[in-house]
T-cell receptor
Framework: DAKTTQPTSMDCAEGRAANLPCNHS???????VYWYRQIHSQGPQYIIHGLKNNETNEMASLIITEDRKSSTLILPHATLRDTAVYYC??????????FGTGTSLTVIP | EAGVAQSPRYKIIEKRQSVAFWCNPI?????LYWYQQILGQGPKLLIQ????????DSQLPKDRFSAERLKGVDSTLKIQPAKLEDSAVYLCASSSRGFGTGQDNEQFFGPGTRLTVL
């Protein structure tokens, strides 16, 4: 199973871009990268996903390296409500998600 | 659309007792998942159903945990007997499809049930 490695914690100033890295060096060619976040006492919330190309939606951008061994989630203008644990997940073909320990992002006023 | 519903939200029991959790997925979603999230860790997949059949239960402690999804809609997860290390949040999720590499396989999570075993 493809595993992911993320920094344990990060800080970001409010209004600045938050860049959250993830390594997934054992990813297979048909496995997607998903990002979720979990705010305290809530279930994980979907943010974005991608296969090879960079992706953008109303919440974030996902940059995937050409070799697909790593990716970066970008929150363009972080707010206090973005304080959460962010999980980078490689999705198996059976749609099983294997979560790591994630990155705890703190947005500082 | 309504999200994934779970009940109860909180449960406190003593070790060796039994407990059951209920999940109602998003209408029309074929695939249902149960996760266990221990404090400070990411969610761990326990079991995955495709309609009413089990797709993956490799990480389910089958000596004490059981799950069913009758009629391919609601699901229950049971622990019997509970141990102290079962204290965790139990999350239910659903997705419109399970297999394949299609785009629409986002998993939608419920709020979870927080279990405390004393």
């Amino acid at each position: 199973d493809a595993k992911t490695t993320q920094p344990t914690s990060m800080d970001c100033a409010e209004g600045r871009a938050a860049n959250l890295p993830c390594n997934h060096s054992t990813i297979s060619g048909n496995e997607y990268v998903y990002w979720y976040r979990q705010i305290h006492s809530q279930g994980p919330q979907y943010i974005i996903h991608g296969l090879k190309n960079n992706e953008t939606n109303e919440m974030a951008s996902l940059i995937i390296t050409e070799d697909r061994k790593s990716s970066t989630l970008i929150l363009p203008h972080a707010t206090l409500r973005d304080t959460a644990v962010y999980y980078c997940i490689v999705r198996r073909t059976g749609n099983q998600f294997y979560f790591g320990t994630g990155t705890s992002l703190t947005v500082i006023p | 659309e309504a999200g994934v519903a779970q009940s109860p939200r909180y449960k406190i029991i003593e070790k060796r007792q039994s407990v059951a959790f209920w999940c109602n997925p998003i209408s029309g979603h074929a695939t249902l998942y149960w996760y266990q999230q221990i404090l400070g860790q990411g969610p761990k997949l326990l079991i995955q159903f495709q309609n009413n059949g089990v797709v993956d239960d490799s990480q389910l402690p089958k000596d004490r945990f059981s799950a069913e999804r009758l009629k391919g809609v609601d699901s229950t997860l049971k622990i019997q007997p509970a141990k102290l290390e079962d204290s965790a949040v139990y999350l239910c999720a659903s997705s419109s499809r399970g297999f394949g590499t299609g785009q629409d396989n986002e998993q939608f999570f419920g709020p979870g049930t927080r279990l405390t075993v004393l």
